[in-house]
């Protein structure tokens, strides 16, 4: 037997990768990038060079490392881009507003800003000790009050965040780990911030949808006008067809272009749900809470792109339904126009044969005048000879006879050569 190429690579995904145990109280910076395919050399150069990392055998998609001082960091490459992750274990919360008092901090914060790609998410994260603790400590942090968040997690652990974006680039989330195992609070603050990272994945789809709702307008503004149209005769088949035509080619056009960023969104969604149904959040009186903020502002983003992913659809599969019928029209226009042309073929064909039968009795009467007038000839030369054969008596007995068989021997010809009826 010999291993697959794949296994441990395929085995490994099953794994999660987990945050390195926080040590409290700690300072988290975390950066969600979009990462070309030409970028993707760069990016591994950059890793490779500057914090000397070495890939997880299992997984090369995976990076860990230290950087200087006690700063410590994990990558991680997804299909759409990239995740770093850089703890600074032992800061205050001071550090969210200015990490660049701290050069531990401010340095790796500068390495990792020289990794190539377009950032979709930036978060700053503190977690201390005990929610009396941070409280105090949370004034430091510029939190916009009337849109803030904050609720419960199992364990004791509570959250805040207004989830802006602050003037350093980066949102803030401020977290108090209260009496809950540090496993268990490294692994529901990973999945706190993979509920916001999926959040912004998915609303990547919103702008697209919005940008394609127009098109959509028109396009069903077009195909009403078209199946009112294929109701009338007043325009022609070719022009609807071609009409036709054109707005389904602009259908497929807007389906290739949204369809990836629509399904990307859809399952994105499905995460989304996923991670906030696993965190439970309990809401704090007082507050918005994490179901709250994402109901409201999350789930309509994700609906309107399910809805335009299904407005297309609908728009395609009616265009199709009017195009069948407007094929189903052609169709029977030519069949009757098929029939008349038969039909008139039918009149043309019994006036022939019935021009033949006249002719066919006109050639029995002249074929038998002929042959009576040959016969002529002879018994008039017979009379010569014979003088008790009367010409004219002999050939007026002949009419009858020569008529039934010159008429039987074309009829018989006529059978023969038809073949039958």
């Given at each position: 037997?010999?291993?697959?190429?794949?296994?441990?690579?395929?085995?490994?995904?099953?794994?999660?990768?987990?945050?390195?145990?926080?040590?409290?109280?700690?300072?988290?910076?975390?950066?969600?990038?979009?990462?070309?395919?030409?970028?993707?050399?760069?990016?591994?150069?950059?890793?490779?060079?500057?914090?000397?990392?070495?890939?997880?055998?299992?997984?090369?998609?995976?990076?860990?490392?230290?950087?200087?001082?006690?700063?410590?960091?994990?990558?991680?490459?997804?299909?759409?881009?990239?995740?770093?992750?850089?703890?600074?274990?032992?800061?205050?919360?001071?550090?969210?507003?200015?990490?660049?008092?701290?050069?531990?901090?401010?340095?790796?914060?500068?390495?990792?800003?020289?990794?190539?790609?377009?950032?979709?998410?930036?978060?700053?994260?503190?977690?201390?000790g005990d929610e009396a603790e941070v409280e105090r400590a949370l004034p430091a942090v510029d939190f916009n009050r009337s849109e803030l968040v904050s609720c419960g997690l199992s364990g004791g652990v509570r959250i805040w965040s207004d989830f802006r974006i602050h003037p350093d680039g980066r949102g803030r989330l401020v977290v108090s780990a209260g009496e809950v195992d540090r496993s268990d609070l490294t692994r529901q603050l990973q999945q706190l911030q993979e509920l916001g990272n999926y959040r912004n994945k998915a609303l990547l789809g919103l702008p697209v949808a919005q940008e394609a709702w127009p098109r959509l307008d028109a396009a069903e503004r077009e195909l009403a006008a078209l199946a009112k149209a294929v109701t009338s005769s007043a325009a022609s088949d070719d022009d609807l067809l071609a009409q036709l035509s054109d707005l389904s080619l602009e259908l497929s056009t807007i389906a290739t272009s949204i369809d990836y960023r629509m399904n990307a969104t859809a399952a994105y969604s499905r995460l989304v749900e996923e991670r906030l149904a696993q965190l439970a959040p309990e809401p704090i009186r007082g507050f918005a809470s994490l179901v709250d903020f994402t109901e409201r502002r999350f789930l309509p983003a994700a609906r309107t792109c399910a809805a335009l992913t299904e407005r297309e659809r609908q728009l395609t599969r009616r265009a199709r339904q009017i195009s069948e019928l407007l094929r189903a029209r052609i169709e029977t226009r030519i069949e009757n126009q098929n029939a008349k042309l038969l039909r008139s073929m039918e009149r043309s064909t019994t006036m022939q044969v019935r021009l033949q039968q006249i002719v066919e009795g006109l050639s029995v009467v002249a074929v038998s005048y002929y042959a009576i007038g040959l016969l002529g000839y002879a018994i008039k030369g017979a009379s010569h000879h014979f003088d008790w054969v009367d010409p004219e008596v002999a050939i007026a007995l002949l009419v009858l006879p020569v008529l039934g068989c010159v008429w039987f021997a074309l009829h018989s010809l006529k059978k023969r050569v038809l073949g039958g009826d």
């Open positions: 037997m010999r291993e697959h190429e794949v296994r441990r690579q395929v085995v490994s995904e099953m794994h999660l990768r987990r945050w390195p145990l926080l040590q409290l109280p700690v300072a988290v910076f975390q950066w969600v990038l979009e990462v070309g395919p030409g970028e993707r050399e760069a990016e591994r150069s950059v890793l490779s060079a500057l914090c000397g990392s070495q890939s997880d055998e299992e997984n090369p998609r995976h990076l860990s490392g230290a950087l200087s001082g006690d700063v410590s960091f994990t990558w991680e490459r997804q299909s759409e881009g990239s995740t770093l992750t850089v703890f600074c274990p032992g800061r205050a919360i001071e550090v969210l507003l200015a990490p660049g008092l701290d050069s531990s901090v401010g340095e790796a914060i500068d390495w990792a800003e020289t990794l190539p790609g377009a950032i979709i998410r930036a978060t700053s994260i503190w977690v201390g």
